[in-house]
């Protein structure tokens, strides 16, 4: 068995999330870094913005900044201040300030007397014109009054609308006879932020919020305005009633920039929305967690990859290791059936051994059985003529004492006899120790049943037995020898006519032959009594006869099988079912040719 780690089998997802936590920390420099470089990024693009717009705002107003003192030499103005009560001449300064404010794009220019008072101005045709109107309360005259320059940021009072003045004296020689003053509209310049996310934010000197993007904001105090502040406001009223709303610009909303203007003493800041950052720092964080978790997905299908590699690995090794195992299990058991077999082997052939040794003593047994029953046989069929051949001799000499001649003649007579029937067993006894020796050669079976049934002609046709013939004309070569096939028909029908002698008539004996493949089949049939049962058994064995002992010797059938048997053959013994001995006799079939004269004829 291979052991699969136990850490194999732990669920991933734990270390995993364990990693996570571990590696969730590399975000806070991340979120550092780019919280950095945004803002950086913020900061420089937000402060390009606030120095083009404070270019902008400051080469507007310096573009007016000149105009008063120059407007200052006019004579024509002079003129006007010099005589304020001559239509002409203030008509003549209405005029050239109309005139001169369309040129420069300036909001409005007037001219002030000395005592504050507007004496022309360039909206002198509207319904709302300065003229006749008391400015003396703002500090831009005060300051040209005073022969410096004057600059005031305010709401104008009939117009209430924004405006940077710039003012410069008029004098006549050493003394100043007015003041001439253009107002530059800062409506505009704030228009012209346009619609963005970052807030414009200018504040005064006082820290009021005078240019705004954001409406809300517009003439608010950024930051506490003293008492001698609010004095001066009450005084020169740059702002509308109500105003100076205290404004918290909150560091955590917005990103501030600021630009001072040293010129003027305001200040411009950009405002730019926290949220506009972290929107950008959000979307990094989320580009970073996603990646790290891509990273961890990534880890993940990994180490599942590996642990199915791993448990596959292991997995091959515990079926090899259970091959191998099998195959050891399964040599093993080879190798004890291997044994056992080899051993039941050598039993089976001790056992055969033994068997054969046992076989040998059997037949060596049935051999002296044999050869008992047959000496036993032998001597008696011999010793029967021999005692009765003896009893009749000695008869036969006393009949000759007595000199009863034909007696003694009859005695001989039939001790001839006895000493035929002791040749003819003696030749049987050597006709079948002879046959089994001879090699079979080609015959023609039908010659060897003409010949046999000759033989036995004259005794068929006195017992008037009806020959019934099934056989082909064309020759049966059958490997046998001419003596022995002759011998062994002789045989049979001598026991069909043998049988047939205790049946009255009709007798009949049936000779049918035929051939196929396996060889020829010769059938001897009689409407006999048939074999008995015991004979059916026996009727091989030699000597067992149901005959009388006269007639038979119980040698004709075992000499029949074992000729055949020495042939190739075989003989088999049945009863017909319509009742009669059926005898078979099979034969090898023989190359056909000119039946050769048969060698054992001529050694015979
Ligand atoms: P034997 O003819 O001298 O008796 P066999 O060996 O030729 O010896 O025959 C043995 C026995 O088989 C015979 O005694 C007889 O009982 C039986 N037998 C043989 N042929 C026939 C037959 N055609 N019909 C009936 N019985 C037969």
Redesign the pocket.
Known sequence: MVNIPASLHLPRWRTLTLLAVLLAPLLLPLHYMAERYYREQLAEQNRQTLDLYVANLLGTLGRYEVLPDMLGDMPALRASLADPADPASQAAANQLLERIRQRSGADVIYLMRADGYSQAASNWQQADSFIGQDFSFRPYFQEAMQDRPGRFFGLGTTSRKRGYYFAAPVRDGQEIIGVVVVKVDLDEPEKLWGNTPEQLLVTDSFGVVILTSNDEWRFRASQPISAAQQAVIARNLPYPPGSLKPLTISGKEWLIQERTLDTIGWTARILAPRELLERQVRTVLYVGGASLLALLLLLAVMTLRRRHYLERIALDARAKRDLELNVQERTQDLQTLNQRLQQEVHEREQAQRELMRAQDEVVQAGKLSALGTMSASISHELNQPLAAIRSYAENAATLLDHNRIDDARGNLKLIGELTTRMANIISHLKAYARGARRAPESVVLQDALEDALSLLAARRRGMNVELIRDVPDAPLWVQAGETRLRQIIN?LLT??L??LIEKGPPRRLWLIASQDEKGVTLILR?N?????AE?LAR?HEPF????ATT????????ICDTLLRALGGHLHLSNHHEGG?EVRLHLQRGKPGVAPVPQEEMRG
């Open positions: 045989n026991n069909a043998d049988a009689d006999g009594p048939g074999f008995s004979a009727a067992f006869t149901t005959k007639q038979g010797l119980g040698l004709g059938l075992a001995a």
